[in-house]
């Protein structure tokens, strides 16, 4: 840059030359003593600077061997145009100061650049006496001279003196500049690698920045770049009421929901920024923490010391009820049992058989062990599966299944079968009740977006109602006469252990469908 400002300085000096010469009122101060030589060395001197616009697009302004050449040119062509124009009395020589500070600046070495000052001052000196010496100056003219050659020394030591100071403060610049990107590099791929969401809302509840965990939590089928600048709301009407809630009372609430009906459960956390005058004074940070490992976790020991709770409960009430099922059936085969005693005698081994289910329920529950997965063919394995259903209970056409592409799935087998047979037993058993023929569907596709696999049982039942979603999947909450709670329950916490997720969906003409997502394999991902 200054190497480029000393090229435009030297056009100027150039035009300056060539006015002062062109102007008549002008002629008079310079070339007085020898016209043609001030008007070769101008027209030289502004040729040059033609090839000095050549070097720009090179690096010889690095080297100080070409610089200490450039500016040894200048000085000479400067006496030269004092020399025509009477020397010191012409003001020319003057000109050197600027050429020697611009070698200061330049010229990386000292020594050179005060070598380029000291053959300034011989110069100097060098052109006073010959003039002298043709009687053009008289000896008077030597005292000038040595005071230009003294402030020309003295203007190189301290350019040099604050060239190098400010060298050392841009490098220091610099330096700290490379520091600062690094750290904001760093902290830019820290943010976007935390686990945390993190978004950025303005004042008008605008998302201005979202981190990659942020966007798959709430948006996890769009890519990140094409969230940026989207109204909260758009993501969840949910998160917008409680950042103004938090605007408008400074309270958070902490309590976990989720953004898609089949999406994690989330935590959100909001801290405004440091007020102020400006548009920012009212931006806040949302933090959304993924609450699915910390229910899982509570849920593990929740389990754990219910399960041995449970299992200890139930061997206790497993012999009484063997004992009492057992006596209903001796009682059914007394001859002196009548009508209403056989009612009776029937109500006894239903309840008996339900408590025994229930029973059943909780102990496989307690002695869960962890899953054993292989890797599944789909839909190979789902046909083989729904086929072996079928037969087992003699339904023909009963179960409609649609497969989109074959994939991988990585499950428990057993788990997986114990999974699909509830459900689809919940299936046909509604379908029945409400159309009074056993019919259900069943559809396997994949979501390459979050890479999942979609596996949907759909009945043709009244679906759920909306006051008993939240507790679907509650022990021992169930709607339906003689059912023990315990099968969607049972569903989950398999899924759960093979790391796939269970979720209500009612279809758009309000039927019921249950929906397990779980990874695909690694080699379709």
Not at 38 to 64: A, C, E, G, K, P
Not at 336 to 342: E, K
Not at 379 to 385: G, K, M
Request: glycine residues 6%.
């Amino acid at each position: 840059m200054l190497y480029r400002i000393y090229i435009g300085y030297r056009w100027l000096l150039s035009a300056v030359f060539l006015l002062l010469m062109i102007i008549p009122s002008a002629r008079e101060l310079v070339g007085s003593l020898n016209p043609g030589q001030y008007l070769f060395t101008t027209v030289l001197f502004l040729f040059s600077n033609i090839f000095l616009l050549l070097t720009l697009s090179r690096d010889w302004q690095r080297s100080n061997t070409f610089l200490v050449l450039l500016f040894s040119v200048d000085m000479a062509g400067i006496m030269l145009l004092a020399d025509a124009s009477g020397g010191m009395s012409s003001g020319l020589p003057l000109l050197l100061a600027i050429t020697v500070a611009s070698s200061a600046i330049l010229i990386s070495k000292r020594t050179l650049a005060t070598l380029v000052a000291a053959l300034g001052v011989i110069a100097i000196l060098a052109d006073t006496v010959r003039l002298i010496s043709i009687d053009k100056q008289t000896i008077n003219d030597l005292l000038p001279a040595g005071l230009l050659g003294l402030l020309l020394f003295v203007v190189s030591t301290l350019v040099q003196i604050i060239a190098s100071r400010l060298g050392r403060a841009e490098a220091l610049a610099q330096e700290r500049t490379s520091d600062l990107y690094s750290l904001q590099r760093l902290n830019e791929l820290i943010v976007q690698n935390l686990q945390t969401g993190i978004l950025l809302v303005d004042e008008s509840d605008r998302v201005r920045v979202m981190n990659q965990a942020a966007t798959g939590l709430l948006t996890a089928e769009r890519p990140r770049s094409v969230e940026q600048g989207r109204q909260l709301r758009d993501y969840s009407e949910t998160l917008q009421q409680r950042l103004q809630t938090f605007r408008d009372r400074n309270t958070q609430n902490r309590a976990p929901f989720r953004i898609e009906p089949d999406g994690r459960e989330v935590v959100p956390r909001f801290r405004a920024l440091d007020a102020g005058t400006g548009p920012s004074s009212r931006e806040t940070l949302v933090f959304l923490e993924d609450y699915t490992p910390v229910a899982q976790y509570a849920q593990s020991l929740k389990l754990g010391s219910l399960g041995r709770l449970t299992a200890s409960i139930a061997h206790e009430i497993r012999n009484p009820l063997g004992a009492i099922s057992h006596a209903a059936q001796l009682l059914v085969e007394s001859p002196h049992a009548d009508a209403a005693d056989r009612r009776m005698i029937d109500i006894i081994v239903t309840n008996s058989q339900r408590v025994n289910d229930i029973v059943e329920s909780i102990l496989q529950i307690s002695r869960r062990e962890p899953p054993r997965p292989e890797l599944l063919q789909m839909p190979d394995w789902l046909h083989t599966q729904l086929d072996r259903y079928q037969s087992t209970r003699g339904l023909r056409g009963a179960l409609r299944c649609e497969v989109a592409e074959p994939m991988q799935l990585e499950f428990d087998p057993e788990h997986l079968q114990r999974i699909l047979t509830n459900l689809l037993d919940n299936a046909l058993r509604h379908s029945a009740q409400k159309t009074g023929r056993e019919t259900a569907s069943l559809g396997l596709r994949s979501d390459t977006a979050r890479n999942l696999a979609i596996i949907d049982v759909v009945d043709e039942g009244d679906g759920v109602a909306a006051d008993d979603v939240p507790r679907l999947f509650e022990p021992f909450f169930s709607r339906s006469k003689g059912g023990s709670g315990m099968g969607l329950y049972l569903c989950r916490e398999l899924c759960e252990l093979n790391h796939a997720d269970l979720f209500y969906h009612p279809t758009a003409t309000g039927e019921s469908c249950f929906r397990i997502s779980v990874a695909l394999h690694a080699s379709q991902q």
